[in-house]
């Protein structure tokens, strides 16, 4: 989905469900895409008319079907890896830092990182286009769950430190305060490999690797674990409102 109302606007991109049975990410950006659209909120209506927006809502189509029809549970895609095992983990897929960290090589493996950079048509498919758009594009926010964390690149030691690593700070914290505002939602704040784990292959490794966006950060929504991948439908919205304000505060932050 592009959302433009003018000509000149810088974008911001949104990646939601890379990981299958993650659906309050999908509920979250189509949520987010319906008050870009209809919101009379001057602040929202701000934000929406002077950023063009790109939203994915759901980056991994055939396994997001598959935890609808055979596994809640699914997390990786659909293609054959081995004989007996289906599927590569999309978020180790990416070809910057590829398998230096957090990956693995075997196939029937929930983090297996394909058989190289790229080899899932989701990835490349992802990759290909945004490459299109890539000048235009100021922040890219990655939709995970669960855990209630907020976090930026890289996932691995081995890309070193961003070069702007402060202002990904400055503005995170500024985010990370927004979160709480509403609902009193705690996230926890920081680099991905010392907030959660070393995850290699990741999409905002290679959109802050390659194309070098400017700022890239990650969600992981809520809850904690009290529920986990199956949240109840009524956090939906709430999940969704505390995100869209810390988006305004992204656009607040980065002007």
Not at 55 to 68: K, Q, Y
Not at 111 to 137: C, H, Q, R, V
Not at 164 to 184: D, T, V
């Amino acid at each position: 989905i592009k959302i433009s109302y003018k000509q000149g606007n810088k974008g911001v991109f949104i990646e939601s469900n890379i990981h299958a049975r993650e659906w309050v990410t999908s509920a979250s950006a189509t949520w987010i895409a319906n008050e870009l659209l209809t919101s009379n909120n001057s602040m929202i209506r701000d934000i929406a008319e002077n950023v063009d927006w790109y939203i994915l809502p759901v980056a991994n189509p055939d396994g997001f079907v598959f935890t609808h029809t055979n596994n809640r549970m699914w997390r990786k895609t659909r293609m054959p890896s081995s004989a007996f095992c289906w599927g590569a983990d999309p978020n180790r897929n990416f070809g910057h830092l590829w398998m230096t960290g957090g990956s693995s090589n075997n196939p029937c493996s929930d983090t297996y990182a394909g058989s190289g950079p790229f080899s899932e048509p989701e990835t490349k498919a992802l990759a290909n286009f945004y490459l299109t758009i890539e000048k235009d594009i100021i922040a890219y926010v990655d939709f995970h769950s669960f855990s209630q964390l907020l976090m930026y690149p890289y996932g691995t030691n081995a890309g070193g430190r961003i070069d702007n690593e402060q202002e990904h700070i400055e503005i995170g914290k500024a985010m990370q305060k927004k979160l709480a505002e509403r609902f009193g939602t705690k996230y926890q704040f920081g680099n991905i490999v010392t907030t959660i784990y070393v995850a290699s292959g990741g999409s905002i490794d290679w959109i802050k690797g390659v194309p070098n966006t400017p700022f890239v950060f990650v969600y992981e929504m809520r809850d904690t674990g009290r529920y986990g991948f199956i949240l109840p439908a009524k956090e939906i919205i709430p999940n969704a409102q505390e995100t869209m304000d810390s988006l305004v505060e992204m656009v607040k932050q980065l002007r």
